[in-house]
């Protein structure tokens, strides 16, 4: 409903012809108030028309009635680390309200309120937008069930990635213990990670699932080389932390946790800043970063002309817009507003907001799937106390990383990164992967895949240097792609999501994007016929 429309219509009407010229063009301001509030309605009926989608859970929440395989960190838990069942009720009854007031009765976990963590902001998922779809109009499928192969598997990969997580990308393919990941994961019963010939290889291991993924450096150009901003450049070396530094592999700890308390432990940096070369500082990367970050970083890449004289913070690539730019061939004009910088730069933090309202939706009020640090506990629980008989799939229970993880922190609980685990939010999907999906669309719309990116970079296995990269051409296409798994698989090194978690979300949060480029379209002046881009799922579509 429009409430309201006609009184506030006269009002705008005048406000537009006090500043109109005398003589313009686009007639008057009538016309010009008609034709807006008309664009506004065919984009709303555009979107209304579209077939309404199913949104399908995995059956965990029905299937166990003491929760185990839901996400309930931050309530009343048992000693076992399973949620007050009243307190579960609670929490359903507020998102069934939405209610500020029912969440705010919440009985939370924590034996002191002071440390008390909060629950991250569930009522994002009814949240509504003006541009682009309905966060409810879009779905992803069900995740892999809590006594599945499939979760088995990605909770198998999360371990080794644990373990592997202060191993530079650039020695997988030497190093004993990243064969060692390869060969298991390759004869597990469901894994669903990129393989070469039927195997997990050290070049797929950990990496996204488009073809731009595999190919050439584990790292993305666009976390590796250094951001022309404006009059200013930012260094690519990071404030990192030190190596060999878990958390929660103590059960006392790791029940302190999912009750919701704040750690009584921090971060421990290193005193060195250093670009990015391993899974732990990819972790951090994603710990702390602004949530659109790495794409605006790549925009500013691809926007800037490189600069020879200045090889320290020339980080620019001067990248060509998308064919479908219609500024392309025109003489007397170029794009600002509309089609050029500034533009380019505001769709992808545009793009970012829409993408977590849709996510939080899936995550709060569909799927409600727990975290794999809750997985663990169950894990650990299910082979040291003889009473517990969870139903979780042989693959994780007897798996080789697990068995490392054993040896090493005597506990089968999964070694986080960060101290307090994961946010105070449901597992599936990740936020940081809806925002990937949604960004890096963006970019490959604006931009031109095809375009190689020039003098390449890999970090030093040290993380004090930049080589050159000297294999096959990157293109602005594949490194996108490979930006966005760089940045879920992120999380997935801290131990906070799963594999899927990661795959799905890409996906919606390119539907995310596809939308505002769909309503963005009734928008334009220009002679526009739409930007073709290709999709995750390598096919092509024009918007």
Request: contains cysteine; charged residues 20%; hydrophobic residues 40%.
């Amino acid at each position: 409903m429009f409430l309201g429309s006609a009184a506030l219509m006269p009002v705008c009407a005048q406000l537009i012809a006090a500043e109109a010229a005398p003589n313009a063009a686009e007639g008057s301001a009538q016309q010009r108030a008609e034709e807006a509030f008309q664009t506004r309605m065919t984009a709303a009926l555009n979107e209304r028309q579209l077939p309404f989608p199913d949104h399908p859970n995995n059956g965990d929440e029905q299937r166990y009635t003491n929760r185990i395989g839901s996400y309930s960190k931050g309530l009343p838990h048992n000693n076992l680390g399973e949620v007050d069942p009243n307190a579960y009720s609670a929490l359903l009854g507020a998102l069934a309200t939405a209610d500020t007031r029912d969440f705010e009765r919440l009985v939370m976990g924590c034996p002191d309120p002071a440390r008390q963590r909060k629950l991250v902001n569930p009522q994002a998922g009814k949240a509504f937008d003006l541009e682009g779809a309905d966060c409810h109009h879009l779905a992803i499928p069900a995740p892999p069930a809590f006594n599945s192969a499939e979760q088995a598997g990605e909770m198998v990969e999360l371990y080794w990635m644990a373990l592997l997580r202060d191993l530079s990308f650039t020695e997988y393919g030497t190093n004993l213990l990243g064969q060692a990941a390869a060969d298991e994961l390759s004869g597990l019963t469901d894994f669903r990670g990129p393989k070469s010939g039927g195997r997990v290889t050290t070049g797929t291991l950990f990496r996204g699932f488009t073809p731009g993924d595999l190919a050439g450096p584990y790292l993305s150009q666009f976390l590796a080389r250094p951001v022309p901003f404006g009059a200013q450049a930012i260094d690519a070396r990071q404030r990192t932390l030190l190596p060999g530094i878990d958390y929660m592999t103590q059960f006392a700890d790791w029940l302190d946790v999912q009750k919701g308390c704040q750690p009584l432990v921090s971060d421990q940096f290193d005193p060195v800043r250093r670009y990015m070369r391993n899974g732990r500082d990819l972790a951090q990367w994603v710990h702390v970063d602004v949530l659109f970050q790495a794409y605006f970083y790549a925009a500013l890449i691809l926007l800037t002309p490189p600069d020879p004289g200045d090889p320290v913070t020339g980080g620019g690539i001067g990248a060509r817009l998308n064919p479908g730019n219609p500024y392309n061939n025109l003489w007397n004009m170029t794009g600002f507003g509309t089609f050029g910088g500034p533009y380019i730069a505001a769709q992808v933090a545009e793009a970012a907001t829409r993408a977590l309202k849709a996510q939080w939706f899936q995550k709060w009020f569909v799927h409600r799937r727990l975290r794999p640090e809750a997985f663990g506990g169950r894990v650990h629980n299910r082979l040291v106390n003889p009473g517990v008989d969870y139903p979780i799939h042989r693959d994780a229970l007897s798996s080789a990383a697990l068995a490392r993880v054993f040896s090493r922190y005597r506990s089968y609980l999964l070694p986080q990164a960060y101290p307090e685990g994961s946010p105070l939010h449901p597992s599936y999907g990740a936020g940081h992967a809806t925002v990937a999906g949604a960004c890096v669309t963006m970019l490959k719309a604006l931009f031109d895949e095809s375009f190689v990116v020039p003098q390449p970079v890999i970090p030093s296995a040290d993380g004090l240097s930049l080589v050159p990269y000297t294999g096959g051409p990157l293109t602005v296409g594949g490194e996108l792609n490979k930006l966005a798994a760089n940045v879920a698989m992120g999380r997935n090194f801290a131990g906070i999501h799963w594999r899927s978690d990661y795959t799905e979300s890409l996906k919606l949060g390119e539907a995310v994007a596809i939308s505002l480029l769909r309503d963005q379209r009734l928008t334009y002046k220009e002679d526009f016929a739409g930007f073709t881009f290709t999709k995750f799922d390598g096919t092509r579509i024009t918007v």
